[in-house]
């Protein structure tokens, strides 16, 4: 089975808060990332947590772990129809190590 | 400016022929990497390369080859031993490469390359 798992699609209206899920496998992910891709693109990394970490804030992002049940979270405040586009999960035991990505969860803001 | 650039955005081929991607970074990495990305599926790894003249498999090798003479080029080729070919190709970089982890690996993303095979 994958090692990362998303839903593959989510739709909100613009102004509410998206919640993106994800859960891994490998217990010894010491790092866990969100990834941006805008259509036609290449990805752009939004935030990462490293395992320790309950909750991490960055602006209207805000990442949950809970490394007990293997899920990871990522909330949208205020979400905008330039927040469209497709949110990749990734894992990573450490920085020498390639991340795993999760298949995506297309995000689809509509006014 | 710094950054990752993949060339070209497009490209065409016919069925049997062989062709290259090419990719170029100028951040002074040490890791890059090719991805396959198909809808629904995500990224596939296919090859990555930690130092110059030393490349990996990744998961999905089979048909690609690749080199890597310079630090700042990876190029992959796509032969006529691929069977479906048709994909969007993603490279990436990365610092550090190999050696103890001492922070995240982030991965800076190239455009992308959108190949069919007609």
């Known amino acids: 089975g994958e090692d990362v798992e998303q839903s593959l699609f989510l739709s909100v209206r613009e102004g509410d808060s998206s919640v993106i899920n994800c859960t891994y496998t490998d217990s010894s992910s010491t790092y866990l990332y969100w990834y941006k891709q805008e259509p036609g693109a290449g990805l752009q990394l939004l935030t990462y947590i490293f395992s320790n970490m309950d909750m991490k804030q960055d602006q209207r992002l805000t990442v949950l772990l809970n490394k007990k049940d293997k899920h990871l979270s990522l909330r949208i405040a205020d979400t905008q129809t330039g927040d469209s586009a497709i949110y990749f999960c990734?894992?990573?035991?450490?920085?020498?190590?390639?991340?795993?990505f999760g298949r995506g969860t297309s995000l689809i803001v509509h006014p | 400016d710094g950054g990752i650039t993949q060339s070209p955005k497009y490209l065409f081929r016919k069925e049997g022929q062989n062709v290259t991607l090419s990719c170029e970074q100028n951040?002074?990495?040490?890791?890059m990497y090719w991805y396959r990305q198909d809808p629904g599926q995500g990224l596939r790894l296919i090859y990555y390369?930690?130092?110059?003249?030393?490349?990996q498999k990744g998961d999905i090798a089979e048909g690609y080859s690749v080199s890597r003479e310079k630090k700042e080029s990876f190029p992959l080729t796509v032969t006529s031993a691929q069977k479906n070919p048709t994909a969007f190709y993603l490279c990436?970089?990365?610092?550090?490469?190999?050696?103890?982890?001492?922070?995240?690996?982030?991965?800076?993303f190239g455009p992308g390359t959108r190949l069919t095979v007609l």
């Open positions: 951040l002074n990495h040490d890791a």
């Open positions: 390369s930690q130092i110059v003249n030393d490349f």
């Open positions: 990436a970089s990365s610092s550090p490469a190999g050696g103890v982890p001492k922070s995240y690996n982030e991965q800076f």
């Open positions: 990734a894992e990573s035991q450490g920085g020498s190590y390639i991340p795993t």
